[in-house]
């Protein structure tokens, strides 16, 4: 009885999770297929690539750690180093596809231009929490205080949240367990990155990193279709007195409870269920193995997506075509 609240809220979330993340799959359709963002958007001395302050040329990453939980254990790095290697990961993504001297429309690369751009409205734009492992993170988003400062700091700025883990030597299956929890606990997609083997729909990252899929990466990324948009995209730091500044967080629970184990499991089959595809979504994991790399400057059309897709056309997913 005593989570029952929980139990009971847990289906609602895993809805609003399910409507959420369409929506958000419908948008980056939008921005790689429908009305594609080609490369060269950005260049390559914009903030979603340096993650500089263009008012003082500081660096936004470190002004933009919102939460840090205290320290129980030594770790390697600080605090500001891990988020400096995050940060830089995900600002390299954006600069694949950034437009410089010798790239005018940006270097080939894994994922479509669009897709990276994404990732500077994730590093320059959102904030940063970073606790020790997956435990102290499950303790401090299941103590009430802590959950409504967060969601109250989440509502306020519209900021996309990084969730880092001090912890690289981490436990494979708690984290799909955690990364379930924390799609059980809220309405949001979210995936589990880091230094170990690809988890669930999650992606490569120095650091374990959850990412708390908001949707306030939409408007930002969906600006840089003009220069003006894109000039103008970039947000002023966060003012952190303002947000996290209580002090009897992380008095919540210790133990995971069905909810997230079953949707952890389910995740697991799911993904299973796919074979080679495995869990990448936007592109055909077989074909990225095989080396296939976009093209920014001959992205495949819509029509010959449904081609590739419908009558096996001899195209290249989502990039150049075959000869």
């Given at each position: 009885m005593k989570h029952l609240g929980y139990y009971f809220k847990a289906p609602f979330n895993w809805i609003g999770h399910n409507l959420h993340n369409s929506y958000g799959i419908l948008q980056v359709f939008d921005l790689t297929w429908f009305r594609p963002i080609g490369g060269g958007a950005v260049k390559e001395n914009h903030p979603f690539v340096t993650g500089l302050d263009?008012?003082?040329?500081?660096?936004?990453?470190?002004?933009n750690i919102i939460f840090q939980s205290p320290r129980k254990r030594e770790f390697n790095q600080t605090d500001e180093e891990i988020v400096l290697k995050v940060m830089g990961f995900l600002s390299r993504m954006v600069g694949a596809s950034a437009s410089s001297e010798k790239y005018p429309k940006g270097?080939?690369?894994r994922m479509p231009p669009a897709v990276n751009y994404i990732h500077g409205t994730v590093h320059a734009n959102g904030v940063s929490l970073i606790f020790d492992d997956f435990k102290d993170g499950l303790a401090h988003f299941t103590c009430k205080n802590f959950l409504k400062d967060f969601k109250k700091m989440i509502h306020t700025e519209k900021r996309e949240p990084t969730i880092i883990?001090?912890?690289?030597?981490?436990?494979?299956?708690?984290?799909?367990?955690?990364?379930?929890?924390?799609?059980?606990?809220?309405?949001?997609?979210?995936?589990?990155?880091?230094?170990k083997k690809r988890l669930h729909w999650g992606t490569p990252a120095p650091y374990p990193v959850f990412n708390l899929i908001t949707g306030y990466w939409i408007t930002p990324t969906q600006s840089l279709r003009t220069e003006k948009g894109a000039a103008s995209v970039?947000?002023?730091?966060?003012?952190?007195?303002?947000?996290?500044?209580?002090?009897?967080?992380?008095?919540?629970?210790?133990?995971?409870?069905?909810?997230?184990?079953?949707?952890?499991?389910f995740t697991d089959n799911r993904i299973k269920a796919r074979g080679d595809r495995g869990g990448v979504y936007f592109t055909d994991k077989r074909k990225l193995d095989n080396g296939f790399k976009y093209d920014p400057e001959n992205l495949i059309t819509l029509k010959e997506r449904i081609g590739e897709r419908v009558f096996g056309d001899p195209i290249e997913i989502y990039g150049t075509k075959t000869s």
């Open positions: 263009p008012l003082d040329g500081k660096t936004l990453w470190t002004k270097r080939k690369d883990f001090r912890d690289r030597d981490y436990d494979s299956e708690e984290f799909k367990i955690f990364s379930c929890f924390m799609k059980t606990q809220f309405p949001f997609f979210g995936n589990p990155n880091g230094n970039t947000r002023s730091a966060i003012d952190r007195s303002l947000y996290l500044q209580g002090k009897n967080y992380g008095t919540g629970r210790s133990e995971y409870l069905w909810p997230e184990q079953f949707w952890a499991s």
